[in-house]
């Protein structure tokens, strides 16, 4: 089955930790999208990348980072930086980065203790 | 700015027809999203307009008129497994997603 995986669907962490989020997919993309959901606001985007090797910040990119060493692959590094991490982290994925549909991972809730 | 509005919450009832309206203003227009989130789970893609007019797709339709900046999803035949919030989203001209904070519909027996 084509799709998307995130892991783990719940994280814990302490304070000032670096935690890296694991998103993969199967479906022969080649762009994909990190976001974040906050109740009662709109998805945010972090970063996305259109190819291998090449990514770009979205609005909010301070105090995350990510890598794109692989198409299948784009996990995304939420440092110490970051002030309120505690989030649901949403990953994505779509043909091309145009107008095409994006296709969203079960997401990752990361707690920040 | 960018930006997208649409109903925080509402409420219908089982069997019914409801409507949920978005509005946006965003720099270029490249088409606009429905997606459905559950809660605790991952949007799923419900609809793409990018002509002004109704698609229809089962229960539910989408309507867009570029010329308002108006987006609207209708919904017939309510179930109960329809609750859920209904996220609107516009690709602008450089063909990033901008969303609406999302509307809770709330199907009451």
């Known amino acids: 089955d084509g799709g998307i995986t995130q892991s783990p669907k719940y994280l814990f962490r302490k304070e000032g930790q670096n935690v890296t989020l694991s998103c993969e997919q199967n479906l022969n993309h080649d762009a994909m999208y990190w976001y974040r959901q906050d109740p009662g606001q709109g998805l945010r985007l972090i970063y996305y990348s259109q190819i291998v090797n090449d990514f770009q910040k979205g609005d909010i990119a301070e105090g995350y980072s990510v890598s794109r060493e692989k198409k299948e692959s784009f996990p995304l590094t939420v440092t110490s930086a970051q002030k309120n991490p505690t989030a649901f982290y949403l990953c994505?994925?779509?043909?091309?980065?145009?107008?095409?549909?994006?296709?969203f991972g079960p997401g990752t809730r990361l707690t920040v203790l | 700015g960018q930006n997208i509005d649409q109903p925080t919450e509402m409420t219908a009832t089982e069997g019914a027809i409801v409507q949920i309206n978005c509005t946006y203003q965003t720099s270029g227009f490249n088409g606009l999203f429905w997606y459905q989130q559950h809660a605790g789970e991952a949007p799923t893609f419900l609809s793409y307009?990018?002509l002004d007019g109704l698609e229809e797709k089962g229960r539910f339709s989408s309507f867009l008129s570029r010329s308002k900046g108006y987006s609207y999803l209708l919904l017939k035949e309510l179930q109960m497994k329809d609750s859920a919030s209904y996220l609107c989203?516009?690709?602008?001209?450089?063909?990033?997603?901008?969303w609406g904070a999302g509307t809770k519909l709330i199907i009451k027996p």
């Open positions: 307009n990018v």
């Open positions: 989203a516009a690709l602008d001209s450089n063909y990033q997603l901008i």
């Open positions: 994505a994925s779509s043909r091309t980065g145009e107008a095409d549909t994006q296709y």
